[in-house]
Structure formats: C-alpha cells, structure tokens
C-alpha cells in the first residue's frame, strides 16, 4: 500500500518553503475596501464540526472542507427534507425524492448504492444515531427542519475521522439557536403545493443573570407534492434549549421531541427508450405529480401466519416519533480545556410504504404469466383435481372487469417497525504544550439497539394509474391469484433485536508554526461490538389451500433464534496544514484514513457465525482521502476550492430484488476531482454564485465491476445562484433569486446497466423585508417540470428498455410564507 504519510510530508516541506519565500518578498498591501455586512459575516465565519476547541476556527482559516449555510441560506435552498440540504454542498449528491425521509445520499469517490452510510447527521456536535444508516434509515430520517435552527455545517472528510463516531464521508451538524441578551421571537405561516398548511414558532432570550432559554417547534399537515388520495405528511415537533454561561465555560442542555408522519414515495412507471437515455412519460400517468399510493389501498391486510393478519396504514409511511435530550459542556480550568458532549436517542422510525416491483405489462400478459406459473406447479394442479388453467379473469376490487390491454404494475405493500436507542458521548481534554502547540486527548463511547420487526413482500397487483385501483384474477381451474389485490406473499418476515457498542480513543496535535502556518495530526483506536437475535424462519401456506397461490410458501419466524455477533478495531489517521497567503487568503493540504464497520444488517445477511466472522465476506472497509485547496474571501468574491483523490478497500454490498432473493457482494473505489464553491459580487447588492464538482470514481479489486463508474454518482454537478437585493424605502427590501441546477448522467448500478440520464431544473425566490418586523416569501422548485430520475428500478438487475418503474423528481411546487418578528 502507499504511504500515507507521503504527500503530507511533501505538503508541510511546500508549505515551509513557501513560509520562507513569502517573509523575504513581503510588501506593503494597498487597503481593502470595507466589506458588507453580510461579506464582513462570511469572512468571519466560524465553524466547530472537525476542529478540536469548542471555540472553533475561522472557516477560510479551516484545513479541510467544509460547507456552511446560515438560517436565511438554507430558507432559500428550499429543501423539500432534510436530505435535500445536501444540495448545496458539492462532492455530495441526495436523492432526495422519496419524501421527508428514506433518502439516498451518495458522497464523491464513495460507493454506495442506498441510503447514506457515509453520512452522518449531528445535532449540536452529537450523532443522533451513531451508525449512520442501517437497512430502512439513514440519519437524516431522524432530523425534521425548523426555524430553531442557526446553521448547518457539513464537513467532508478531513478530520472527521478523528472525533465523534469517525465518520469517513460527510458528516453534516446543525447548530441549534440559543438564548441571546437580546429576547428574540418569530412565527411563520406557510402554505403551499399539496394543500400545505404549516406554522413554526422560536422564542428566545435571558431567563435571568448568566441563563438563557430558547424553545420553538414547527406543527404542519399537507397532502404531499404527489397526491396519494389521502393526508400524507402530518407532524409537529418541539425542540428547546437551557444556557448557562460560566466563568470561562458553557453549560448547554438541549431537548427536542418528534413525531411526525411521512409519505414514502417510489418508483411510477415511465417510457424508457433509446438505451435508457431517453425517459418519457408512460400513456395516462403524470410522473412528476403521480403516485401509484391510492385511498383504496391505504388500509391493507398482511397475512402474517396462519390465523394472524395486520392491518397497516400507508398513511403513516415513513415516519418519526422520537425524543432526543443533551448536553454540551465546556470549561476552561486553568491551563487546561475540558469538553464533554452527550446525547440520548429513543424512538420509533417504522416504515409503512409502497415498494414498486416488475416493469408495467398488459393485463393479457400478466394472465398469460399466471397461467404458467400455476400449471408448472405440481401442489397447484394437484389441488385443481389435475386441471390445468388455460384462461384467467381480472376484476377491479372495487368491481367491474379488466381490459386485457389495460397496463399493470405489481409492488409491494410492505410494512418494517424499527425501535431505536442511542446513548452517545464524547470527552476532550485540552493543554498547550508550547507556545502555539495544543495537545487534546479524548475518548468516545456509544451504546445502541435495534429491535426490527419486518414484513417485506406482501405484492398487490394495480393499474398502471395515479392512485390505482387493486386487482382480483382468478383462473379457470379454481386458482386464485389475486385477492383484494394481494398476488404475492410476504417473503421475508424477521424478527430481530441488536445490540452495538463503540469505544474509541484519540489524540491530536495543533501546531500554529507561526502567523502564517498551522499544522495539525490527529490519530484514533476505535473498537466495535454488536450482536444479534434473529429469528429463523419458514414458510407456509397462511390458509393451507394451495389453491391460493397469492400466500403459499408465506415467511414467517419457526420459533427459534439464531445468535450472532462481532467484534472489530480500527485505526484512523489524520494530517493537515493551512498556509495562510493573506489575511483571508489560505492553502491547505490533508491526508487521512478512516474506516467503517460492519453493520446490524450485515451480520444478519451473513447468517452463520462462522460468516458473520469471516473478513473476506464482511471485511471492515477502510478509506483514504487526500485534499489540497485553496480558500478566501473579500468584498469582491468568496471561493473555496479543493481538488480531491480518494482510495476504498473493500465493502460489502446487498440487495434485496422483486421477489426476494438477496444479492451480496464486496468492491473497492478509487476517484479523483475537484469541488468548487465561488460567489462573485461585481456590484453592489448583487451576488453570482457557483458550486458543485467535477469526478471520476470507479470500482476495483472486483472482477464482475471493476473499471465501472461508481453507481448513482454524476461526473458533474453544478448549481448556478444568481441573487440581487433591491432597497426600497426605510429599512424595506427585496431579494430575487433563482438557482440553476445540472446533474450529469449516472449509472444507477454497480454493473451500469441501468443509464439514468442528465438533468436540469430551474428553482427561484423572492423575499420581501418589510422593516424588521415582517418578511414574505414566495418560492417555486423545478419551475420548468424537468423530468429527471434520481434512481432506477433498484428492484431488479438488468438494464431497462420499454416501461420500466423509476423514482423521478417532484414536478413544479411553490411554497409561500410569512413571518412575524417580535
């Protein structure tokens, strides 16, 4: 392997040199001009995610990447989810059109092909949830935006390795508002697309000498950006914090509590031509505001086991009921700096939702293919008294018969409870050394559970409509295929409950050489341990009559368990240095290696302890990333720009097809780019702004992938932000602004079978400042009705041509608000 430590020694001779080369060639610089209000705010920036003081460090100060966005940035990025933020931070690509949760997020050079595992979700420097994603949840499905949030700061890479739970990727961390000497109050009305009604509340200020309190929340109900013919999202959320200044040190507790209800949306059915680089919409079905989802199928059945059946709401969808309390300690004694930050997760993020399955086909052929499935079972044609089927009839549930050349679709109503609980701590201790030299020891410690209950599979055959309507076949010998809808089985029903603990320590070491150079090295032992119980399983016929072929062979736990467990240790590395060309003017180089562990999921997949154990079927994948960028900022422009190599070793990779089978397999990355963030600011109050970037990733030490792009990743990814503030009257103004955005093409699997095309959409804003008191706004997302895919049919494995199910954007929506300040 390489030497890790090579290019950042190269990097620390550079910058010495040109330490060296600045101090003899040093001359007077001509005064800059005063910057704005809003530069002079950027300039000053200070960020906490990946440093290691609680005072933090300047952001054009930072030697790493590092993206921010303040209160009012992120009301115009008009996320749709949490997930959504993502946009705005380049090396990053969310898929994001599931809804408020379940979201995919892809990090640059690092291959993932669901959820978010690179990608860790803090709150107030804590990981909500220390694994970032296990199977249905990822992190930022425990996160709900609202107006007490500060900002947000995402770091990728870097020294990220080091501190927290270690996260490799991205590690996005909102910073919650806090009590001020100045008493500060909003509330914000908010209608929109999906007949939105929502309101947020903050308040905060001094309680008395030295404490201060904030509290605020959101309440909303909608019927969602694609009408499922039923209320889906519907939620509330409270969030407060309690501020104790001390002498020299903060006591900070914060508390937020959510339960909220969210639509989760799948693949519709589309037209896919000319290799899949032409999508088009399917005869009869609006894919940028349509969903299969339909009242009709809101409440439906799951036979379970024999005599027991569930009932379960798709209303509830993706949702979050959850509580989390914390705190943040910092205290200066002496020469020494004591940091202690914890939190405590508890609640339930179950998933409620529909799964799409095979590609739409006519009802004919639907039929055609029952038949023969039917006769080629011995059970069945036995049952029949040996007749076997040679027609087949279909009527809607509802009643009335179905055109055979009616398109239809099957997909999966499938129902997973997840209860989750976390208990997270971090301690730091600081010294310095020397003059300009900190040294900071610490450790970290996580405990979490899982207890799953699981019921995937359970197909419903439908018309190939928005809000569709359920199906009954039946075949001329007496064999059901259908009933109220249900064609499949429920084919995999687990029940489980894990248990994780992580340890971990660390040390680092920050060098400020002198004005113009710092230096900093960090290292970290980390050690994993979890366990499982899961069930095993059989299968059986629910209604022992094989004559229903809709629920033989029907999953269900046998009464007895399977234990499993691992244990592994890693070691994780970083090394950096800013050089400083001006005042807010830097250079930074950064070397790391990090890891990730193996999961919950994939000590269940394995089956076998002796799997379980086994390093080349589950290794413990390690990453090294490597950076040198370029940041600063003045009245005239903001640039942070980085160029970026990534190396993985190995990791497991699952997924789970149509009719169940699981596909394993393990696979390495390499890639290479660069990440842009510019904002030029040629005149007064206007601002033109670009960001995004440029890579090439693909796998290795994998036969059947490697040479192939990393899946579900653009090589290119830009958004275009024009803004220009308009002044009218006292204190009045207006803002316009709009974002352009560009995706290039994907793959959206490992093998590149599946082209997902480039895409382009167009969001705009306005916000009128009425005084100080009184703000409006009016905004719209994909104002052109672009019809993009964020991903493909994950479901099967092959490459898709004719009518295919994909998840596409949302169509045009717009949001209007507003806000009262008092």
């Keep these: 392997?390489?030497?890790?430590?090579?290019?950042?020694?190269?990097?620390?001779?550079?910058?010495?040199?040109?330490?060296?080369?600045?101090?003899?060639?040093?001359?007077?610089?001509?005064?800059?001009?005063?910057?704005?209000?809003?530069?002079?705010?950027?300039?000053?920036?200070?960020?906490?995610?990946?440093?290691?003081?609680?005072?933090?460090?300047?952001?054009?100060?930072?030697?790493?990447?590092?993206?921010?966005?303040?209160?009012?940035?992120?009301?115009?990025?008009?996320?749709?989810?949490?997930?959504?933020?993502?946009?705005?931070?380049?090396?990053?690509?969310?898929?994001?059109?599931?809804?408020?949760?379940?979201?995919?997020?892809?990090?640059?050079?690092?291959?993932?092909?669901?959820?978010?595992?690179?990608?860790?979700?803090?709150?107030?420097?804590?990981?909500?949830?220390?694994?970032?994603?296990?199977?249905?949840?990822?992190?930022?499905?425990?996160?709900?935006?609202?107006?007490?949030?500060?900002?947000?700061?995402?770091?990728?890479?870097?020294?990220?390795?080091?501190?927290?739970?270690?996260?490799?990727?991205?590690?996005?961390?909102?910073?919650?508002?806090?009590?001020?000497?100045?008493?500060?109050?909003?509330?914000?009305?908010?209608?929109?697309?999906?007949?939105?009604?929502?309101?947020?509340?903050?308040?905060?200020?001094?309680?008395?000498?030295?404490?201060?309190?904030?509290?605020?929340?959101?309440?909303?109900?909608?019927?969602?950006?694609?009408?499922?013919?039923?209320?889906?999202?519907?939620?509330?959320?409270?969030?407060?914090?309690?501020?104790?200044?001390?002498?020299?040190?903060?006591?900070?507790?914060?508390?937020?509590?959510?339960?909220?209800?969210?639509?989760?949306?799948?693949?519709?059915?589309?037209i896919s031509s000319n290799g899949g680089h032409t999508i088009s919409e399917f005869p009869g079905f609006n894919p940028l505001t349509g969903t299969l989802m339909s009242g009709e199928m809101r409440n439906f059945t799951i036979e379970a086991a024999p005599g027991k059946t569930l009932t379960k709401d798709l209303g509830d969808g993706r949702g979050l009921k959850a509580t989390v309390f914390g705190a943040n300690f910092d205290q200066k004694i002496g020469d020494w700096s004591v940091s202690n930050k914890f939190n405590r997760f508890d609640g339930d993020l179950n998933t409620i939702a529909m799964f799409t399955g095979n590609n739409p086909l006519s009802m004919n052929d639907y039929i055609n293919a029952a038949i023969a499935s039917a006769n080629s079972n011995p059970a069945t044609v036995a049952a029949a008294g040996g007749k076997l089927a040679t027609a087949g009839t279909a009527t809607y549930v509802h009643g009335g018969a179905v055109n055979g050349n009616q398109q239809v679709v099957q997909a999966g109503l499938w129902a997973v409870e997840k209860q989750l609980k976390s208990f997270t701590d971090e301690l730091r201790v600081s010294k310095e050394i020397f003059k300009g030299n900190t040294v900071t020891v610490g450790g970290y410690f996580a405990d979490y559970s899982s207890h799953d209950v699981w019921y995937l599979g359970n197909s419903h055959l439908m018309t190939a409509v928005p809000q569709a309507s359920l199906i009954n076949v039946t075949l001329n010998n007496g064999v059901i295929v259908s009933k109220n809808g249900t064609d499949g089985?429920?084919?995999?029903?687990?029940?489980?409950?894990?248990?994780?603990?992580?340890?971990?320590?660390?040390?680092?070491?920050?060098?400020?050489?002198?004005?113009?150079?710092?230096?900093?090295?960090?290292?970290?032992?980390?050690?994993?341990?979890?366990?499982?119980?899961?069930?095993?399983?059989?299968?059986?016929?629910?209604?022992?009559?094989?004559?229903?072929?809709?629920?033989?062979?029907?999953?269900?736990?046998?009464?007895?368990?399977?234990?499993?467990?691992?244990?592994?240790?890693?070691?994780?590395?970083?090394?950096?240095?800013?050089?400083?060309?001006?005042?807010?003017?830097?250079?930074?180089?950064?070397?790391?290696?990090?890891?990730?562990?193996?999961?919950?999921?994939?000590?269940?997949?394995?089956?076998?302890?002796?799997?379980?154990?086994?390093?080349?079927?589950?290794?413990?994948?390690?990453?090294?990333?490597?950076?040198?960028?370029?940041?600063?900022?003045?009245?005239?422009?903001?640039?942070?720009?980085?160029?970026?190599?990534?190396?993985?070793?190995?990791?497991?990779?699952?997924?789970v097809l149509s009719n169940g089978q699981e596909l394993h397999s393990v696979s390495g990355s390499k890639g290479n780019g660069v990440e842009f963030e510019v904002a030029v600011r040629p005149i007064e109050n206007l601002q033109l702004q670009l960001t995004g970037d440029y890579q090439k990733s693909e796998y290795r030490d994998n036969p059947a992938t490697a040479g192939k792009t990393v899946q579900r990743q653009p090589k290119l990814q830009f958004r275009f932000t024009p803004t220009y503030r308009i002044p009218f009257g006292e204190g009045n103004a207006a803002k316009l602004y709009a974002t352009y955005t560009s995706i290039g093409e994907r793959w959206a699997d490992q093998a590149n079978q599946q082209y997902l095309p480039s895409y382009r959409t167009i969001d705009a804003g306005v916000l009128f400042s009425l005084g100080d008191k009184i703000e409006v706004r009016l905004a719209g997302t994909n104002l052109n009705n672009e019809l993009g895919l964020t991903e493909g049919n994950s479901r099967l494995t092959t490459g898709n041509t004719g009518p295919i199910n994909a998840r596409p954007l949302f169509g045009r929506t717009w949001e209007a608000s507003l806000l009262y300040r008092f």
């Design 489 to 655: 089985n429920v084919f995999y029903a687990p029940v489980a409950s894990y248990d994780g603990r992580n340890t971990a320590g660390f040390v680092s070491d920050e060098w400020q050489v002198n004005d113009k150079i710092k230096v900093d090295f960090g290292m970290r032992h980390e050690q994993q341990k979890i366990s499982g119980t899961i069930s095993n399983l059989m299968s059986a016929d629910t209604d022992n009559n094989p004559l229903t072929v809709y629920n033989n062979g029907t999953s269900m736990p046998d009464g007895s368990n399977t234990y499993l467990s691992r244990t592994d240790s890693a070691n994780s590395f970083t090394i950096g240095g800013n050089y400083k060309l001006a005042k807010d003017t830097s250079v930074f180089v950064r070397a790391n290696r990090g890891h990730t562990f193996v999961s919950f999921d994939d000590i269940r997949g394995a089956g076998t302890q002796a799997a379980a154990n086994d390093r080349n079927l589950l290794p413990t994948p390690k990453v090294s990333q490597y950076e040198i960028g370029f940041k600063t900022a003045s009245q005239l422009y903001t640039a942070y720009i980085n160029a970026f190599h990534t190396e993985f070793d190995g990791i497991a990779f699952s997924q």
């Design 1 to 270: 392997m390489k030497n890790p430590f090579l290019p950042s020694a190269i990097a620390a001779a550079v910058l010495t040199l040109l330490n060296q080369t600045a101090a003899q060639a040093q001359t007077a610089e001509a005064p800059a001009a005063e910057p704005s209000k809003e530069v002079s705010k950027e300039i000053q920036q200070v960020v906490v995610t990946g440093v290691a003081s609680a005072r933090g460090v300047r952001k054009v100060d930072s030697a790493f990447s590092i993206t921010t966005a303040n209160e009012e940035q992120l009301k115009q990025a008009a996320p749709s989810s949490t997930a959504d933020i993502m946009k705005i931070v380049p090396g990053v690509y969310a898929e994001s059109t599931g809804g408020q949760s379940g979201a995919n997020i892809e990090v640059r050079g690092f291959p993932s092909g669901s959820d978010s595992p690179f990608v860790s979700v803090q709150m107030m420097g804590n990981p909500i949830f220390p694994p970032p994603t296990l199977s249905f949840f990822e992190g930022s499905s425990a996160f709900r935006l609202d107006d007490t949030i500060e900002r947000v700061e995402v770091l990728r890479g870097g020294p990220s390795t080091i501190w927290s739970n270690g996260q490799p990727g991205a590690t996005m961390n909102f910073i919650l508002k806090e009590g001020t000497d100045t008493p500060e109050g909003t509330v914000r009305f908010t209608t929109g697309t999906g007949s939105m009604r929502r309101v947020d509340m903050y308040y905060g200020g001094k309680i008395s000498d030295g404490w201060y309190g904030s509290v605020g929340g959101f309440y909303r109900k909608t019927d969602g950006v694609r009408d499922a013919g039923f209320p889906a999202d519907d939620g509330h959320q409270i969030t407060a914090t309690l501020t104790r200044n001390l002498d020299q040190g903060k006591l900070t507790l914060y508390a937020r509590s959510t339960d909220d209800k969210n639509a989760f949306y799948t693949g519709v059915p589309l």
